[in-house]
């Protein structure tokens, strides 16, 4: 593999990054593309929603001008409608507020000590 930048033929900082580390520091591209290597990564991004008491519901847009939200975890998409990469129903926060996807929370439910209402 190599870890020469294709642009510029300049040495990668990933280098002087462990191999075993360095698959936590690359994002996904699409809702699904995370692996279990990848938790530690979301679980960062979801630290607002540790203990969090969830419902399992549709999506539901908060006002008229609010088209989306976003996972906390891996930023997969929540409208009412869309694409098929969107999801439509998820796990919500009782406020109504921070949106849990159905894979995040199959894989960080014990870790995050999310409950269900």
């Not at 960062?44 to 540790?50: E, F, G, L, S």
Request: charged share 30%.
């Amino acid at each position: 593999m190599s870890l020469h930048s294709p642009l510029t033929g300049e040495k990668s900082p990933l280098r002087s990054i462990p191999h075993d580390e360095r698959n936590r520091l690359i994002a996904p591209i699409k809702h699904g593309s995370l692996g279990l290597n990848m938790a530690d990564w979301r679980v960062d991004n979801a630290k607002w929603t540790r203990g969090a008491v969830l419902h399992f519901q549709k999506y539901a847009r908060p006002r008229e001008d609010w088209d989306h939200d976003r996972c906390e975890g891996c930023w997969a998409k929540f409208m009412e409608s869309g694409p098929s990469d969107v999801l439509t129903e998820g796990y919500v926060t009782e406020d109504n507020y921070r949106w849990i996807c159905p894979d995040c929370f199959r894989d960080l439910k014990d870790e995050m000590g999310w409950k269900l209402a």
